[in-house]
């Protein structure tokens, strides 16, 4: 399989557009952009970030027409393991790697599309449930179709039901051993205890993009006008300081 050496530090194609990275570990990372003329833009590391390659487009599906992601919140590509990696595009659809990204598969989520809505984030909590989220950023509180999940890591992905609006941003609780979800946007925010399948209204402030402190105890969100929140035990609705 060819390879495609990039610049050391910088993107050299234009017509690129980077919208997240994540790492496995402190050497081996991979970073996302939109599509471009019909192929996706997916770069790898493996001396923590010095170097970039690009993976051949023999090695992806093909990509839709203008198909990318939101770089919202940056949660757009989720990494688990030393080998697993999912990529989630403006087109309703899931890209999956089971070898450290040197070949990619792809399904598609039942989230609607269209110019202002999509899938904005993706997270596993192991090598077979995760979730997306999503919806229409112009429409706020419009909660139609806006979460899907996953039961055999992302070759398939059915519907959620009781997200209450558009969300940015989902993470998984570190450290519980029942499966503990939050899913957050500028109007509010959601959780779920059943691996994403249903989801209930949560008190919390609206947040752009959000994270789970290392342990889990502690969460982290951003909003606009430069707002910072955190909040201690983000499983309990109350609390929580600025």
Same mark, same amino acid.
């Given at each position: 399989?060819?390879?495609?050496?990039?610049? #050391?530090?910088? %993107?050299?194609?234009? #017509?690129?557009?980077? $919208? +997240?990275? +994540?790492?496995?570990?402190?050497?081996?990372?991979?970073?996302? *952009?939109? *599509?471009?003329?019909?192929?996706?833009?997916?770069?790898?590391?493996?001396?923590?970030? =010095?170097?970039?390659?690009?993976?051949?487009?023999?090695?992806? @599906?093909?990509?839709? @027409?203008?198909?990318?992601?939101?770089?919202?919140?940056?949660?757009?590509?989720?990494?688990?393991?030393?080998?697993?990696?999912?990529?989630?595009?403006?087109? &309703?659809?899931?890209?999956?790697?089971?070898?450290?990204?040197?070949?990619?598969?792809?399904?598609?989520?039942?989230? @609607?599309?269209?110019?202002? +809505?999509?899938?904005?984030?993706?997270?596993? !909590?192991? $090598? !077979?449930?995760?979730?997306?989220? &999503?919806?229409?950023?112009? #429409?706020?509180?419009? +909660?139609?179709?806006?979460?899907?999940? *996953?039961?055999?890591?992302?070759?398939?992905?059915?519907?959620?039901?009781?997200?209450?609006?558009?969300?940015?941003?989902?993470?998984? !609780?570190? =450290?519980?051993?029942?499966?503990?979800?939050?899913?957050?946007?500028?109007? =509010?925010?959601?959780? *779920?205890?059943?691996? =994403?399948?249903?989801? /209930?209204?949560?008190?919390? @402030? &609206?947040?752009? /993009?959000?994270?789970?402190?290392?342990?889990?105890?502690?969460?982290?969100?951003?909003?606009?006008? &430069?707002?910072?929140?955190? !909040?201690? %035990?983000?499983?309990?609705?109350?609390?929580?300081?600025?």
């Amino acid at each position: 399989m060819a390879s495609h050496p990039v610049s #050391k530090r910088r %993107n050299r194609d234009p #017509k690129a557009f980077l $919208d +997240a990275m +994540a790492f496995w570990d402190e050497r081996h990372g991979v970073a996302v *952009s939109d *599509s471009v003329e019909g192929s996706f833009v997916i770069l790898l590391t493996q001396d923590a970030g =010095g170097h970039w390659t690009r993976v051949p487009a023999e090695a992806l @599906p093909a990509a839709l @027409p203008n198909e990318g992601a939101f770089a919202a919140s940056g949660t757009n590509v989720a990494v688990l393991g030393q080998d697993l990696a999912w990529f989630a595009t403006t087109a &309703g659809r899931v890209l999956r790697t089971r070898d450290r990204g040197r070949t990619w598969n792809v399904a598609t989520a039942p989230l @609607p599309t269209g110019p202002s +809505a999509e899938i904005f984030s993706i997270a596993f !909590r192991d $090598d !077979r449930h995760g979730v997306v989220v &999503g919806g229409d950023y112009k #429409k706020e509180s419009e +909660a139609v179709d806006n979460a899907a999940f *996953s039961e055999d890591g992302g070759v398939t992905w059915r519907r959620a039901v009781g997200l209450s609006g558009f969300r940015s941003v989902v993470a998984r !609780r570190p =450290g519980d051993d029942d499966p503990f979800w939050i899913a957050l946007g500028p109007s =509010g925010a959601d959780v *779920s205890r059943d691996d =994403g399948r249903s989801w /209930a209204p949560f008190e919390a @402030p &609206g947040c752009h /993009a959000f994270s789970f402190g290392r342990d889990g105890a502690a969460g982290y969100c951003v909003g606009e006008e &430069g707002r910072v929140e955190s !909040r201690a %035990n983000p499983r309990e609705p109350q609390g929580g300081q600025s």
